[in-house]
């Protein structure tokens, strides 16, 4: 049984300094079900210090508000995904594919869409980092993710 925390906390920090990059970075997250992708959601923009936070709440909102759009996809309680947390930072031009969708798409609301055009992922690559949830739960866990900037061609 996985026990999501009260709070998520990342940072996301410059591959190469160990720095906070800027903010607008738009970050998501992953929770896995026998180890493949079941649910993904998005924590929001970082803000001045790299930082960006999601509660137990908010995700656990976002999810039934996705079990009610597509009732056949989410048919899993969170309670049942493998106790790992994946954070992830789409760059580069899977972000540009991923933004061009978001406002393409009927199902996306006008705050995702201002969060995906307000963001500045496309100047970076993409990371991701994973990390296994305690099986007591906990109330916040911190998770630092280390991204590249693209070099300018």
């Known amino acids: 049984m996985f ?7 990342a940072t996301i920090l410059d591959e190469t300094t160990g720095s906070s990059l800027s903010p607008d970075i738009l970050v998501a997250f992953r929770l896995l079900v ?6 993904a959601g998005l924590m929001g923009l970082t803000d001045q210090d790299g930082n960006v936070r999601l509660t137990q709440e908010q995700l656990e909102q976002q ?4 079990q009610q759009a597509f009732p056949m996809d989410y048919r ?5 995904c493998d106790p790992t947390l994946r954070i992830v930072v789409c760059g580069g031009a899977e972000f540009e594919e991923m ?6 798409t009927r199902w996306v609301t006008p705050k995702v869409r201002a969060m995906y055009e307000r963001a ?4 970076l690559n993409t990371a991701a980092q994973q990390a296994d949830m305690p099986v007591l ?7 630092a993710v280390r991204v590249a900037r693209l070099r300018p061609e």
Do not use: C, S
């Not at 999810?63 to 996705?66: A, D, K, L, S, V």
């Not at 739960?137 to 998770?143: K, N, Q, R, Y």
């Open 3 to 9: 026990i999501l925390p009260k709070r998520i906390d």
């Open 34 to 39: 026998g180890g493949r992708v079941y649910y």
């Open 63 to 66: 999810f039934r508000e996705n």
């Open 76 to 80: 899993i309680p969170l309670g049942d």
């Open 99 to 104: 933004r061009r969708q978001a406002v393409d």
């Open 120 to 123: 500045i992922n496309a100047q």
């Open 137 to 143: 739960g906990t109330d916040a866990v911190h998770i």
